[in-house]
């Protein structure tokens, strides 16, 4: 009998010599808790792995989430190089390195006798990693765009996704997706619970349930049902502190992303015809805000929530390196085909684009906009 998802996932990982855990840039709240929550059953299973969550500018993971963790902002060596000597008539050997004229130099020493040229062997090693789980990643694309290098290792390497989200296009070798579920963490909670419930304890209690506080904002949600209630519930017997997730949460919306938020409503405007709204923030609103472009991420999950009627969200932003333009997209529209008109590229709804500079901030605008129509009317 054919194996369910949940368990092909639970065996891929037991067998694998080491993991690669992937969550994109600009994750959410919910999918930093799985990557961490991952990262947690990983080390009770005793199996090897990596985290990537690579970004920008690295930002600390919400302190109230388990921190025993390393996780990696750029992406390590990928493959080993392996030198096999024969050992039956050398004894032990003893290994010296050495670094001269930017080159490595490993010398073998052996305890007595030699080996002949033939005898040796040198060979390009493994990949580094036979398994890749993608958090939150809608396609292949996305994956894809965190390591353009890497490109080669994705193709060959077993990939498992995990996500809650309708658009996720289940284009991984085994899908644990439940669009029936609120949040990713609840969906990695559900698969332990299936397939090795001793592990759920108070830690990832924490993560399961920051990730549902945070993807149903408070739980007022209104695809709140009595089954995410009663999950609510165990994770605070096992543990996890509602009052202290909801400050924390509340901590990572600062003083600079209000003020920001000002901005951005201030300016914001919505297509009359199309699922489209934008705003513009200048450099002059970031200062003032005392804000970064990582604080515009924020923002946006914050535009995403109230604008609910909207497909595609745009950010015109000044800068001194030129006007920026930053899109969130839904299905059926697709970021990266919108960027492509500007010479840029992305992911399926995530892109961002570097214009030249412009001293009509007003008129880059209405251009910027009518190029995302003409997109968007090819896109329907």
């Known amino acids: 009998m054919a194996l369910l998802p949940h368990e092909q996932a639970t065996h891929l990982i037991q067998h694998a010599t080491r993991t690669l855990v992937v969550l994109p840039p600009h994750a959410s709240v919910d999918g930093q808790s799985s990557l961490v929550a991952l990262g947690l059953l990983f080390a009770r299973w005793q199996r090897p792995y990596d985290l990537f969550f690579p970004q920008t500018t690295p930002l600390p993971l919400p302190a109230f989430l388990p921190h025993p963790l390393s996780i990696q902002r750029e992406l390590g060596p990928l493959s080993t190089l392996r030198i096999d000597v024969p050992l039956a008539t050398t004894g032990a050997v003893h290994i010296e390195q050495q670094e001269k004229d930017g080159h490595l130099i490993l010398t073998l020493v052996p305890a007595h006798g030699s080996w002949s040229q033939e005898e040796i062997r040198v060979q390009s090693g493994d990949d580094r990693y036979d398994l890749i ?30 996500d809650h989200r309708a658009t996720n296009e289940q284009w991984g070798h085994v899908n644990l997706i439940d669009v029936t579920a609120l949040s990713t963490s609840q969906v990695i909670w559900q698969w332990i619970e299936r397939t090795d419930p001793g ?58 992303s209000l003020k920001l938020w000002g901005a951005a409503l201030e300016h914001l405007q919505q297509d009359p015809n199309l699922p489209l709204v ?73 892109a961002t684009v570097l214009l030249p500079h412009t001293h009509d901030l007003v008129q880059t605008q209405l251009q910027i906009i009518d190029l995302i129509r003409q997109a968007m009317s090819r896109q329907t």
């Open 278 to 350: 934008w705003s513009v923030l200048t450099n002059e609103d970031f200062l003032r805000s005392n804000a970064t472009s990582e604080t515009l991420d924020g923002v946006f999950d914050r535009l995403i929530q109230e604008a609910r009627d909207a497909r595609v969200f745009a950010f015109i932003t000044s800068s001194p390196e030129g006007v920026k333009l930053t899109l969130r997209t839904q299905l059926p529209y697709i970021a990266a085909d919108i960027a492509r008109l500007f010479g840029g590229d992305g992911t399926r709804d995530h």
């Open 133 to 162: 789980i993608a958090i939150d990643c809608p396609d292949r694309a996305t994956l894809h765009a965190l390591a353009s290098h890497a490109s080669d290792l994705f193709q060959r390497t077993p990939i498992i996704t995990i």
């Open 199 to 256: 592990l759920l304890e108070t830690d990832l209690a924490t993560c399961t349930l920051t990730g549902l506080i945070e993807q149903t904002d408070c739980f007022r949600d209104v695809h709140i049902d009595p089954r995410t209630l009663t999950l609510a519930a165990r994770l605070m017997e096992l543990g996890a502190k509602h009052g202290e997730i909801v400050r924390g949460l509340e901590r990572t919306h600062s003083l600079a």
